[in-house]
């Protein structure tokens, strides 16, 4: 990340207290693309065929790009002059906003790839509608990251439909993944007290509306994979509001060891 902080479209005229949701709001946005973008940048040199290894490499590259840009526009909103790298790299795990969903372990490549599928679900639906938000800054940054989202549905549905419909081990595996990650799927569309706010105020969506097409796209996906939707499973959450697993530590160990043991550090 460069250390200048760029303009996005700009902050718009807002009251303190809109303002400071908006900033709330964007930096869960932020977050949650950092979060799992630095999860599939692991799988760097280790995926289980060339092809597959750059296409998460790619979809990781996707997600830093919109994670750059969230920050750039939190920056703004905030304005006290931090930069993207100020509130990626110097913020604690109490004050990360992402869903518990995308900080899970990669585990093999049928959790990767399921955990991919129920994030960008949501992720594509979620971006299609910002892109009408009256919100300036977020309409532009959701229709830069839609073609990408679009790109990354289809991949990770693709492959959830090849696992499930594939050989015994595959199915197992997907099958498997779908166990031990479903549980997280649901606080996605829990909306928050800030979530809420701002879909009062119009600049969000309703998430009932999202949560709607995800289960009819889940339902098709899992229907051509030969797998069951789980039905009445207990639904973790708190990520979003800053109450996470362990792993999120660990996360941030590794991603903030450099700017916090050389602060201000140029390349």
Same mark, same amino acid.
């Given at each position: 990340?460069?250390?200048?902080?760029?303009?996005?479209?700009?902050?718009?005229?807002?009251?303190?207290?809109?303002?400071?949701?908006?900033?709330?709001?964007?930096?869960?946005?932020?977050? =949650?693309?950092?979060?799992?973008?630095?999860?599939?940048?692991?799988?760097?040199?280790?995926?289980?065929?060339?092809?597959?290894?750059?296409?998460?490499?790619?979809?990781?590259? !996707?997600?830093?790009?919109?994670?750059?840009?969230?920050?750039?526009?939190?920056?703004?909103?905030?304005?006290?002059?931090?930069?993207? !790298?100020?509130?990626?790299?110097?913020?604690?795990?109490?004050?990360?906003?992402?869903?518990?969903?995308?900080? #899970?372990?990669?585990?093999?490549?049928? !959790?990767?790839?399921?955990?991919?599928?129920?994030?960008?679900?949501?992720?594509?639906?979620?971006?299609?509608?910002? #892109?009408?938000?009256?919100?300036?800054?977020?309409?532009?940054?959701?229709?830069?990251?839609?073609?990408?989202?679009?790109?990354?549905?289809?991949?990770?549905?693709? +492959?959830?439909?090849?696992?499930?419909?594939?050989?015994?081990?595959?199915?197992?595996?997907? #099958?498997?993944?779908?166990?031990?990650? +479903?549980?997280?799927?649901?606080?996605?569309?829990?909306? =928050?007290? =800030?979530?809420?706010?701002?879909? &009062?105020?119009?600049?969000?969506? !309703?998430?009932?509306?999202?949560?709607?097409?995800?289960?009819?796209?889940?339902?098709?996906?899992?229907?051509?994979?030969?797998?069951?939707?789980? &039905?009445?499973?207990?639904?973790?959450?708190?990520?979003?509001?800053?109450?996470?697993?362990?792993?999120?530590?660990?996360?941030? =160990?590794?991603?903030?060891?450099? &700017?916090?043991?050389?602060?201000?550090?140029? +390349?």
């Amino acid at each position: 990340m460069d250390l200048q902080n760029k303009p996005t479209q700009g902050v718009q005229e807002y009251s303190p207290e809109l303002r400071a949701l908006l900033l709330d709001y964007t930096l869960q946005l932020a977050d =949650t693309s950092l979060i799992l973008g630095h999860r599939l940048s692991e799988w760097c040199g280790h995926g289980p065929i060339l092809e597959q290894d750059l296409a998460m490499a790619n979809i990781a590259l !996707d997600l830093i790009g919109e994670t750059r840009s969230l920050f750039q526009y939190a920056a703004e909103l905030e304005g006290k002059g931090h930069t993207e !790298d100020d509130l990626a790299y110097l913020r604690d795990a109490v004050e990360y906003k992402n869903p518990l969903l995308v900080e #899970q372990p990669n585990g093999d490549f049928a !959790d990767t790839v399921l955990r991919q599928f129920l994030f960008d679900g949501f992720h594509f639906q979620l971006l299609q509608q910002l #892109q009408n938000t009256s919100d300036k800054g977020l309409a532009g940054i959701a229709a830069k990251s839609f073609k990408e989202a679009s790109y990354h549905l289809k991949w990770s549905s693709e +492959w959830v439909i090849r696992l499930g419909d594939g050989t015994p081990e595959s199915k197992s595996r997907i #099958q498997k993944a779908i166990d031990n990650l +479903w549980m997280y799927s649901g606080e996605l569309f829990m909306m =928050t007290d =800030t979530e809420k706010q701002l879909a &009062q105020q119009g600049i969000l969506p !309703d998430y009932a509306g999202l949560k709607e097409q995800w289960d009819a796209h889940v339902a098709k996906v899992f229907a051509e994979a030969t797998l069951e939707v789980p &039905q009445n499973v207990f639904m973790q959450k708190g990520g979003k509001t800053g109450r996470h697993s362990e792993h999120l530590g660990y996360i941030l =160990t590794e991603l903030q060891y450099l &700017q916090r043991s050389y602060p201000g550090l140029e +390349w």
